[in-house]
């Protein structure tokens, strides 16, 4: 199974275009967004590209109009809940959450859950970077962030069960 | 540093009633190395053993998030040691590494607050 993962759009629509046009030449089975969508039009814009993909999100800390955001992803089809989220594929739980506070405090919760070996994959956004590193063998995912505010757009690709992650940008 | 606990002593008795350890977070605020506990959020021991515990990664995610809501901070963690001394075992010190804020140990002999610092326990003021 291939996972695409994106993070932080914060209502930039061209690279979000961008991003999924890159993450579709992966063949992805499921799409995974960790927050920050700011608006709710933005849901449209993945659900166009998901269309037989399921598509699962959480809310970040920007993202202040939850119930216009819920009702959008009703409408097209997404799975949106508040953070954190657990997924499970084929026997292995993945553990989502947005972020908290600053970079710095957002890994340091990371790392402790990695360390906890409860999850076979912590995977978060928030920190506006990409990061990729093993745990104990847990893989510790930020796909950094697709708005490119404060670096270049990017997204990751996971495979499961390998939990094999790749980190790509887009320029 | 000081941790002020207040009532929340007696509720720290009141979890010596379990056989198994039981684990939490307080969210407070520290404020020139006192730290004031404004709220005490149990989360699972998801081991569900009378001698280590093993705090949900889950709750720990929802504290934090209580915490920022509130303003505040997830500024302790404690846990219960149902049969033994209110001292860090070495689990718990490998532990305090990780969630590298004062750990209080509620036992029946007492209640004690540790912090981890360059490697060593030391212990921390209860009020």
């Given at each position: 199974m291939i996972l695409g993962v994106i993070s932080d759009?914060?209502?930039?629509i061209k690279n979000l275009e961008k991003v999924l046009n890159q993450i579709s030449k992966f063949n992805v089975d499921v799409l995974i967004h960790l927050g920050?969508?700011?608006?709710?039009?933005?849901l449209k814009f993945l659900a166009e590209y998901a269309k037989n993909k399921k598509i699962y999100a959480i809310y970040g800390?920007?993202?202040?109009?939850k119930l216009y955001l819920k009702r959008e992803a009703d409408l097209y089809k997404i799975q949106i809940e508040e953070q954190p989220l657990i997924l499970n594929f084929d026997g292995y739980s993945i553990f989502l959450f947005h972020g908290f506070g600053d970079s710095e405090k957002t890994l340091s919760i990371a790392y402790s859950l990695a360390k906890s070996?409860?999850?076979?994959s912590i995977i978060f956004g928030h920190i506006h970077k990409p990061y990729l590193n093993y745990v104990n063998g847990i893989l510790l995912l930020s796909p950094g962030?697709?708005?490119?505010?404060?670096?270049?757009p990017s997204f990751a690709i996971i495979n499961v069960?390998?939990?094999?992650g790749k980190i790509f940008y887009i320029e | 540093m000081k941790i002020i606990l207040g009532n929340l002593v007696q509720f720290f008795k009141y979890?010596?009633?379990?056989?198994e350890e039981k684990t939490g977070v307080l969210i407070g605020e520290n404020k020139d190395n006192v730290i004031y506990v404004k709220i005490a959020m149990p989360v699972e021991n998801?081991?569900?053993?009378k001698v280590e515990f093993l705090a949900n990664p889950y709750d720990m995610v929802i504290a934090h998030l209580l915490a920022e809501n509130y303003g505040l901070n997830v500024v302790s963690l404690y846990h219960t040691h149902p049969s033994g001394l209110p001292i860090p075992s070495l689990k718990d010190i490998e532990g305090m590494k990780l969630w590298p804020i004062p750990w209080i140990i509620i036992s029946k002999i007492g209640i004690k607050g540790w912090i981890l610092k360059d490697g060593v326990t030391e212990e921390v003021i209860l009020a």
């Open positions: 759009s914060h209502d930039n920050d969508f700011i608006s709710p039009f933005m800390n920007n993202d202040g109009d070996k409860v999850y076979s962030e697709v708005a490119g505010i404060f670096n270049k069960p390998s939990f094999s | 979890l010596l009633k379990y056989e998801i081991l569900k053993s």
